[in-house]
């Protein structure tokens, strides 16, 4: 289930908030993909992928009571999934003094505020580019993104060839990611953000 089918998400975050066990779940099948994609935004290698996105669901379900005061999800998932991954490679570095883990720590929430605006930047510039596109290829490339759909999967919704499917979005992301270069500010989560849009 996609995260766009989550119809009540205000409703959800107050159940999970609550402990409920069910709509974690729900939550969690939602967003998985999502979470994903996020992680990629900061470790494109992927070696790590799985691990991160597991550990974040359940810092999410140790947290949880947070959620039904949270206004924003997607921007709440951001940081989190940010904060999770930089901690996770800082933890595989030798300790270093107390202070200077104080002074990162300011650091990051400074960077993180800095990392979420450009975030923002990008994600609209990232729509700005698709409401370009032909309604067809558009439509192929928010199933791929949005839904975390495989070429398989698309041509069998879309009732046409996986290798259109792959062309169209070929054709789209390539535009999305030549778009992105031109009109977005450049810095090193842009490389990153980009890292969603290889072919």
């Given at each position: ?20 066990r069910?709509?974690?779940?729900l ?17 494109p290698?992927?070696k ?13 379900w ?7 005061e ?6 709440y ?13 800082r933890s595989?570095k030798a300790?270093?003094p107390?202070?200077?883990?104080e002074?990162?720590?300011v650091?990051?929430r ?16 990232v ?6 596109l032909p309604?067809g ?8 993104i ?11 919704e879309?009732e ?5 499917v792959?062309?169209q ?12 270069k ?7 989560l ?6 969603l849009?290889?072919?």
């Amino acid at each position: 289930m996609a995260f766009e089918n989550i119809h009540n998400e205000r409703e959800l975050l107050s159940r999970v908030a609550a402990g409920d066990r069910d709509a974690f779940k729900l939550l969690y099948s939602g967003y998985y993909p999502v979470v994903q994609r996020y992680v990629v935004l900061f470790e494109p290698s992927k070696k790590y992928l799985d691990e991160l996105t597991q550990d974040i669901f359940i810092k999410m379900w140790e947290k949880r009571e947070r959620m039904a005061e949270v206004e924003s999800f997607k921007d709440y998932l951001f940081l989190m999934v940010r904060n999770t991954v930089f901690n996770y490679f800082r933890s595989l570095k030798a300790r270093q003094p107390i202070r200077d883990l104080e002074d990162m720590e300011v650091e990051d929430r400074e960077q993180g505020a800095e990392d979420l605006l450009l975030y923002k930047q990008y994600y609209e510039i990232v729509i700005e580019a698709m409401e370009k596109l032909p309604e067809g290829r558009r439509q192929i490339l928010k199933m791929s993104i949005d839904r975390g759909m495989t070429l398989d999967e698309i041509a069998a919704e879309l009732e046409i060839s996986k290798s259109g499917v792959k062309n169209q979005l070929y054709k789209a992301t390539a535009y999305v990611r030549e778009y992105l270069k031109e009109h977005g500010e450049m810095s090193l989560l842009l490389f990153a953000f980009l890292s969603l849009f290889d072919n």
